[in-house]
């Protein structure tokens, strides 16, 4: 059973930087191989934002990462999101997302465990 538990989120001014913390535990070890980031604001569907491969290592960027956010994983069981130069567009819950390797990396529906989210308003 594989488990992930959001940090980080909070309220911030635009321009500001958060960063995101994701805790994976769990087994098999093959079902954490990614782990993504995904975000979602009220009204909005779940949008893709950055994933991660261990222990290859290959970051995914979504459009709306590209440029400011950044995803790294120190190790196996822990994935960042570095926010940079933050803007009231990127209000939303980020959920963390843990995928076998199986599916397109962009798409929910490649992931089989998520976190609870943790909440990022950007107030202009």
């Known amino acids: 059973q594989v488990q992930l538990v959001e940090s980080g989120g909070g309220l911030v001014q635009a321009g500001d930087s958060l960063r995101l913390s994701c805790l994976a535990s769990?087994?098999?070890?093959?079902?954490?191989?990614?782990l993504a980031w995904f975000r979602q604001a009220p009204g909005n569907e779940r949008e893709f934002v950055a994933a991660?491969?261990?222990?290859?290592?290959?970051p995914w960027y979504g459009e709306v990462a590209k440029g400011r956010l950044t995803i790294s994983r120190p190790n196996a069981n822990i994935v960042y999101l570095q926010m940079n130069r933050l803007k009231p567009e990127d209000t939303a819950v980020y959920y963390c997302?843990?995928?076998?390797?199986?599916?397109?990396?962009?798409?929910?529906?490649?992931?089989?465990?998520w976190g609870q989210g943790t909440q990022v308003t950007v107030s202009s």
């Open positions: 769990g087994q098999p070890s093959f079902k954490l191989h990614r």
């Open positions: 997302a843990a995928g076998s390797g199986v599916g397109n990396i962009a798409t929910r529906g490649s992931y089989d465990d």
């Open positions: 991660i491969t261990w222990p290859d290592d290959s």
